[in-house]
């Protein structure tokens, strides 16, 4: 067992009960065998035998970041339909493509999105979408980690979908390498009726497994829910009693007082998805009041054809931008806040793990590089490192102890490969 330790990083430290998110100097971090064994200050004691010894040489070590609602299949669309609403992005550009997908093609397009994540210091993510068996081989040939769900809707495809579903469910149950994971996907409360909302509530709780659903996205959701169903989404899916299985519900941009008190539930994450609701002109999530309210945030970047990039430290740069502009208040939008919520928070949703780089967790972390011009001086503070540093300068990122990418080059993919597969597939589209 190959045992790593990193040394003289300035280093994260996790949110505690009693404490924010903040970091620590002069550290060092040891893992071996997935998992983070020993940290510490100063030099490392001689008893650790590592035969992979990094220095860090003051750089900013991170826990690895999680995109928590993203769909890596739409990679071969990504800056085909531009300056659309979600609902004519949807129906005039997304779905007449999505019905010429091969499997081969989300198998592809999942690598490229896996490959351009990674180098950007996201160490998992939670996928929706279809042939979701070919984002799992991605997903362990590249060595990142996920929470993948078949996404399902009502239509001639339901049985279809809800039987990939399953199979989904099997496959990660009987996956032995703790990079798969996986959840059930209504696509949104829109596109599934009550009938087929309840299979799929009953397959989560056979399987144990989250709920992944998009959620008040638009206006217009609540609207059609309100007129169709005569509540709100958000209702009627504790109606359907949705909130008793763990949900990670992304979008949540129209949010009423009730829907903040019902998603404030131990049970619910939400993954707040800034660029892309911006971009699709969907609006802002209130994500201070849904703070205010004790509602559990995570960040998710949703679909490289609806953002473009798949870059959650950006991300988590806008969603502490916008909260302290919607909010008027500057010292709101903290990194610490931010950082923890696309970690802590979200593999706590993901996989249950805790995640804040001390001894049991999972050793998913990366490095900055310190010899940038952005770093003269050195960031001094997680508020500087975020609104300083851009992704570009992720040096080394490792998941379950395996060093993913080195020196900016992501080590388990082949991207000459890749690049020519996705750019020839692309061509049918747009
Ligand atoms: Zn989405």
Redesign the pocket.
Known sequence: MLTTVITNARCFRGASETQSAGWEDNTYLVFSDGWITDRGTGTPPETIHAQRHIDAQGAWLLPGLANT?T?SGMTLFRGKAEALPLNRWLTQRIFPWEAQLKEDDIYWASLAAIGEMLRHGVTAFAD?YFFEEAVARGVLQSGIRALLSRGVTNGPEQARALGESEALLQLAQEDQSGHLYAAVGPHAPYTVDDTLMAQLLDLAERYDVPVHI?LQETYDEVTASLKAFGERPTERLRRLGMFEHRVLA?HCVWLDDKDLQTLAHPNVTVAHNPTSNLKLGSGIAPTHAMRSTGVSLSVGT??PASNNRLDVWSEIRLAGLLEKGSSGMAEVGEASFWISAATQTAYHALFGMKHRLEVGDPADCFLFDPMCWESLPLPGSLDALLHTFPSEHVSDVFVAGEQVVQNGVVQSLDMEKIRAEVNQRAKRFG
Request: net charge negative.
């Open positions: 609602h769909h929706m998009h992304a949703d679909g």
